[in-house]
């Protein structure tokens, strides 16, 4: 799941916006953004079209991949 306060930016973006440039359904973008479904290539283009990396967005899943 997404830290709050880039989850709160990113609903200022709007999802249904980024939904439609990164070419996956709003639906999809939602599921992922909240933790409901993994799917490392959204996080990617999800993290690419916001600048920032998949790290910074889900620190959670830099963790998992540690241990």
Do not use: F
Not at 30 to 44: D, M, Q
């Amino acid at each position: 799941m997404l830290r709050n306060s880039t989850k709160k930016d990113l609903y200022r973006i709007n999802i249904t916006a980024l939904a439609k440039r990164i070419g996956r359904t709003r639906t999809w973008v939602s599921l992922v953004v909240n933790g409901h479904e993994e799917s490392p290539v959204t996080r990617e283009l999800i993290a690419s079209a916001l600048g920032v990396t998949v790290n910074e967005l889900w620190p959670e899943h830099n963790r998992r991949k540690a241990a």
